[in-house]
Nanobody, 118 residues
């Protein structure tokens, strides 16, 4: 089992920055890729960014050029640096991790609220 705990959300003004953290515990040796997803009220949960075990990132168009995902495997932690925040970035941000199992197991954090004021 893997447990994920997000932190770093909050209220910021448009144009500001925020860094989210996600700490994994439990069977962290089995984690392959990790990622961030977000869900605004009344909308579906969308991909924000993913990162492989070796550190290769992938970004959705919504955050490309503004967001940066990174991870520290020794600390079992993944980060999302968000710059030039927009009002439409407002959402609950969820950390995700999947394992090397075939098919891989999927784990989710409880979410952290990000609110961007205009």
């Amino acid at each position: 089992q893997v447990q994920l705990v997000e932190s770093g959300g909050g209220l910021v003004q448009a144009g500001g920055s925020l860094r989210l953290s996600c700490a994994a515990s439990g069977a962290t040796f089995s984690i392959n890729s990790m990622g961030w997803y977000r869900q605004a009220p009344g909308k579906q949960r969308d991909l924000v960014a993913t990162i492989t075990r070796s550190g290769r990132p992938n970004y959705a168009d919504s955050g490309k050029g503004r967001f940066a995902i990174s991870r520290n495997n020794a600390k079992n932690t993944v980060y999302l640096q968000m710059n030039s925040l927009k009002f439409e970035d407002t959402a609950v941000y969820y950390c995700n991790a999947n394992t090397y199992s075939s098919p891989g197991n999927d784990y989710w954090g409880q979410g952290t609220q990000v609110t961007v004021s205009e």
